[in-house]
């Protein structure tokens, strides 16, 4: 029979164009989220975090948000380039869970030229 | 530093053989976590360590798989005995007290049983 695996979400950008990918979490006493990227290949790389406690965070070409009313969280990316093609993570911690992480399921980000 | 170091990078075994997964975390960080990562279910936690000792094991899928932390710099996931099912990315993580900054991911093992 036909294999059943997770349908990534997927997001193809234009060079150059900004980038926005979303997360719904799943714990509204979650307190601590962190945005990571995957490159084929390689382990989950950490992007920028964000704790319950603010709304907004930013890096170098990347915000995240976070609105907890809806429990969803936002990354965008700025300018995007070919390096930024990956898949993207979600992952929370509930509060009182110690260091537990949950990932989200992903979101493939292809970049276009 | 060389971040989190695996071994090996990719590892094919027949059914019912027993394998054996490494992982070096990066010094100073108190928590190691084994995590699976399959098409079917994303990335699992297996089973976290803090100073050495396994707090949380209740991914662990069955009693087939083992992990084991010695020392503050070593830990193992031994599979025994390995089934198709099995095959699947193993990636191991490691963070400093409290988390913040998140976890530090090794390369992962790709582990393939035919």
């Known amino acids: 029979g036909e294999s059943v695996g997770l349908h990534l979400p997927t997001l193809s950008v234009q060079e150059g164009d900004n980038s926005i990918i979303n997360c719904a979490y799943s714990?509204?006493?979650?307190?601590?989220f962190i945005w990571y990227k995957q490159e084929s290949g390689k382990g989950p790389q950490f992007i920028i975090d964000?704790?319950?406690?603010?709304d907004k965070r930013q890096g170098q070409r990347v915000t995240v948000l976070l609105n907890k009313t809806v429990k969803h969280l936002s990354l965008q990316i700025a300018a995007t380039q070919p390096g930024d093609s990956a898949v993207y993570f979600c992952?929370?911690?509930?509060?009182?869970?110690?260091?537990?992480?949950?990932f989200g399921s992903g979101t493939q980000l292809t970049v276009l030229p | 530093d060389a971040g989190v170091i695996q071994s090996p990078r990719h590892e094919v075994t027949e059914m019912g053989q027993e394998v054996t997964l490494r992982c070096k975390p990066i010094?100073?960080?108190?928590?190691l976590f084994w995590y699976r990562q399959t098409m079917m279910r994303g990335l699992e936690l297996l089973i976290y360590?803090?100073?050495?000792?396994?707090?949380?094991d209740s991914g662990m899928p069955e009693d087939r798989f083992s992990a084991k932390m010695p020392n503050a710099s070593f830990s193992t996931l031994k599979i025994q005995p390995s089934e198709p099912r099995d095959s699947a990315v193993y990636f191991c993580?490691?963070?400093?007290?409290?988390?913040?900054?998140?976890?530090?991911f090794g390369s992962g093992t790709r582990l393939t049983v035919v």
């Open positions: 714990n509204s006493a979650s307190d601590y």
């Open positions: 993580a490691s963070s400093s007290t409290g988390g913040v900054g998140g976890y530090t």
């Open positions: 992952a929370e911690r509930f509060s009182g869970s110690a260091r537990q992480l949950t």
């Open positions: 360590f803090n100073n050495n000792v396994p707090i949380d």
């Open positions: 964000i704790r319950s406690n603010m």
């Open positions: 010094s100073g960080h108190n928590s």
